[in-house]
């Protein structure tokens, strides 16, 4: 019997950060709900304790049914019979695994049969489903669309739906069209107003849609007829008993095949509007994007785990030259750096989930009594970090997952290659992490805001000000000189004044960011988990390389009069 939660020591020192005693605080309304019901915590301790135990269970279920499943699976596939989606067998054992085990509705409040569990331990239990079987892992992580419903949806749409979501049925979001992908302002299917009987009625086709045949979908339609922006949209729940929906095809696609990703039909189907008109793009669904953003980050930390863990161990029993490959330096070197990306993502991801479950939680304060003054300014503080670390954590954690995955293969050689290890599924799973829920140009897109502004740099400079851990004080002395490196290309980029420069340099100014946050990070968490040391010296190493790297890139730009367009451009007239 394995445990993916208790072999991994180091998912307590995130769970039991600092933070989370402000958060458990805020979540659990200093622990008032005691009085209501008998299995809600009493004080923090209890409080962690219940966490802990639910990520044993999940861990438990993870190693021993879901890893179990995952190659079944990945074969067999669900199928689409007669306009429904039929899961694979194993498919249907883990949801009957999970859903007996409390882990559907993990985030919904008591009152509606969930756990009432911050963002922090949902999205480690993501993290833990996603090293045993990523594909699974979206079916599960949809339940989070749950979260977007109790925010924006009435109080009689909470009571109607987040109980079935508790009790096992799953969910989808539906926005993406043929013609709307990145640019979902090109939504076009229509949301009619029947006036009649003031019901709403959808028709039009999206494609690419996870879980397409869930219970329950949270759905972006055009409600308001001529228009062609994003201020045209509205957000809408279907609910699969009205029927009026119809799955065209599943696709046949590279990776987690588990998980079906469906065209869809509606036809006059029958759908409640959810918050306010016209809300649906600019407020509901980035807020819904927010969160599933995260749930890849999440995603990408338990494929990094399950590759650094397979390459491990195939290099530690593989020989060659008479000899176990892991002694071979190039070979080694390449493990270490697995492991520091898989450790620095895992840094940045739930330092990321604690600002989300800051401000989270004291929006919701917010639903049922005034905020004083100063929760207000801490819910706009981490608001604020928590839009400025979610592309990063999205973004360069789902291309560490590609790199870990790609040298997960290449340390198992021709073996790699073949169905026989299960790095050959995770190469492929990991290659829809930095396309899905934004690519990793439009995670740019929203992160470089936070270069320009300085919002990164303030945020750096405040991880600076701490003490350091006395063996790191070299490495910090090197992340200050990155910094200043940092600072020094913002400077030079913005300081040309051309805007396609800036779009041009945004990834790699991006990128110097997230790595010397990382390196930070990692600085912080090995001071206290000693098994982060040696990702903490590697990481910093590579960080370095790479800021030198973007610099000597964006130096080597021609600017005059824009000559580096010109420079690129006759590769693409090909
Ligand atoms: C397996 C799978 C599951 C999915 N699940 C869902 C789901 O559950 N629900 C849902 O609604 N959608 C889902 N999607 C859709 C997914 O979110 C989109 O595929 C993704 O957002 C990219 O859109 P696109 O495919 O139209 O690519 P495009 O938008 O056409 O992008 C093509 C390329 O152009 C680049 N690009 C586009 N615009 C810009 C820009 N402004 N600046 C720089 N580069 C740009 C992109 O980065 C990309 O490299 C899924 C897709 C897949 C493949």
């Not at 859903?99 to 509606?112: I, Q």
């Not at 979206?138 to 109607?160: H, V």
């Not at 992908?181 to 003031?198: F, I, R, Y």
């Not at 840094?347 to 929760?375: G, H, M, Q, W």
Request: proline share 3%.
């Amino acid at each position: 019997m394995g445990n993916y939660f208790t072999d991994n020591p180091v998912l307590k020192h995130y769970l039991q950060h600092p933070l989370m005693q402000r958060i458990m605080e805020l979540k659990e309304r200093n622990f008032s709900d005691a009085a209501a019901y008998d299995y809600a915590p009493l004080d923090a301790e209890d409080c962690m304790d219940s966490y802990e135990k639910v990520l044993e269970i999940c861990g438990e279920i993870c190693a021993d049914i879901l890893e179990e499943n995952a190659e079944v699976i990945d074969q067999e596939g669900p199928v689409c019979k007669n306009g429904r989606v039929e899961y694979a067998e194993g498919t249907l054992r883990n949801l009957e695994a999970t859903t007996k085990a409390g882990l559907m509705g993990m985030a919904v409040p008591r009152r509606y049969g969930g756990l009432n569990f911050p963002v922090t331990p949902f999205i480690m239990a993501a993290e833990l489903i996603s090293r045993a079987d990523a594909a699974f892992e979206n079916i599960w992580g949809l339940q989070e669309c749950a979260e977007t419903l109790y925010e924006f949806g009435t109080e009689e749409q909470r009571q109607a739906y987040l109980g079935r979501v508790c009790a096992g049925e799953t969910m989808s979001m539906d926005l993406t069209e043929p013609d709307a992908g990145s640019d979902l302002q090109a939504v076009m299917l229509k949301a009619t107003l029947d006036e009649s009987d003031n019901t709403w009625r959808l028709n039009g086709v999206k494609r690419f849609i996870t879980n397409g045949d869930a219970d329950i979908h949270l759905v972006l339609a055009r409600s308001e007829e001529g228009t062609r922006d994003g201020r045209g949209l509205s957000m809408f729940i279907y609910d699969k008993r009205n029927g009026g929906l119809t799955v065209r095809r599943i696709e046949n696609k590279m990776g987690i095949k588990g998980a079906p990703t469906c065209e869809l039909v509606f036809k006059d189907a029958k759908a409640e509007l959810c918050g306010s008109r016209r809300l649906g793009l600019i407020k509901y669904v980035m807020a819904l994007m927010n969160g599933a953003r995260l749930g890849i980050a999440a995603q990408s930390v338990g494929l990094c785990e399950a590759t650094y863990r397979g390459a491990l161990s195939y290099a530690l029993s593989r020989k060659q030259f008479g000899k176990a490959i892991i002694e071979f330096p190039p070979v080694y070197e390449m493990l270490a750096l697995m492991k520091g990306k898989l450790d620095a993502t895992r840094s940045l991801l739930y330092e990321t989930s604690r600002f989300v479950d800051i401000y989270k939680c004291l929006e919701d304060i917010a639903r049922e009594r005034n905020l004083s003054p100063e929760e207000r300014t801490e819910m706009k503080t981490y608001s604020r970090w928590a839009d400025a670390y979610t592309p990063l954590a999205k973004g360069m954690g789902s291309e560490f997952a590609n790199q870990n995955a790609y040298d997960a293969v290449q340390i198992h050689g021709g073996s790699g290659y073949m169905k026989d290890y299960a790095c050959e599924r995770w190469y492929r799973d990991a290659r829809i992490t930095s396309i899905y829920e934004g690519t990793t140009q439009l995670q740019v897109i929203a992160a470089i805001r936070y270069v320009t502004t300085g919002a990164y740099l303030e945020k750096i400079k405040a991880y600076q000000q701490e003490e350091v851990f006395p063996e790191f004080s070299e490495l910090r002395q090197r992340l200050l000189a990155m910094t200043a490196k940092y600072e020094e290309m913002v400077a030079y980029v913005t300081g040309v004044q051309q805007d396609s420069f800036l779009d041009f340099c945004a990834r790699r100014l991006v990128e110097m960011a997230g790595h010397i946050i990382m390196s930070e990070l990692l600085l912080k968490d090995a001071a206290t988990a000693e098994s982060l040391r040696s990702s903490a010296k590697v990481y910093v190493q590579y960080a370095e390389s790479e800021i030198s790297r973007h610099e000597t890139y964006i130096r080597g730009l021609d600017v005059k009069e824009e000559a580096y367009l010109e420079a690129f451009r006759p590769c693409c007239d090909l």
